[in-house]
């Protein structure tokens, strides 16, 4: 059974940071391109960022691009996210999920989520 649980959410100040984790279990996980992803209140889930098979390929969305840092350790089934300089518009569930996909910023190529961490940015 696979399993991908997030922590490290909570509550930051705009110019804050945080950094989210996301432990896996039930795959072979050094085989999968992670990813993470957030949706807001209202809106549609949208790629944040992704880390190849062996974290030498990272990939970022525009908005993020610059604050944003994702990295992965095989050796204990993890993948991080590293948000610097938090906007008020970052605020969201974030979700890390895996694929089989060399890299994909679509949700549907997907295959596990995890059940997602609450970021919120105060002004």
């Known amino acids: 059974q696979v399993q991908l649980v997030e922590s490290g959410g909570g509550l930051v100040q705009a110019g804050g940071s945080l950094r989210l984790s996301c432990a896996a279990s039930?795959?072979?996980?050094?085989?999968?391109?992670m990813g993470w992803f957030r949706q807001a209140p209202g809106k549609e889930r949208e790629f944040v960022a992704a880390?190849?098979?062996?974290?030498?390929?990272?990939y970022y969305a525009d908005s993020v691009k610059g604050r944003f840092t994702i990295s992965r350790d095989n050796a204990k089934n993890a993948v991080y996210l590293q948000m610097n300089s938090l906007k008020p518009e970052d605020t969201a569930v974030y979700y890390c999920?895996?694929?089989?996909?060399?890299?994909?910023?679509?949700?549907?190529?997907?295959?596990?989520w995890g059940q997602g961490t609450q970021v919120t940015v105060s002004s």
């Open positions: 880390i190849s098979w062996g974290g030498g390929s990272t």
């Open positions: 039930g795959l072979a996980f050094s085989t999968y391109t």
């Open positions: 999920a895996a694929t089989r996909r060399v890299y994909s910023g679509t949700s549907s190529s997907y295959d596990y």
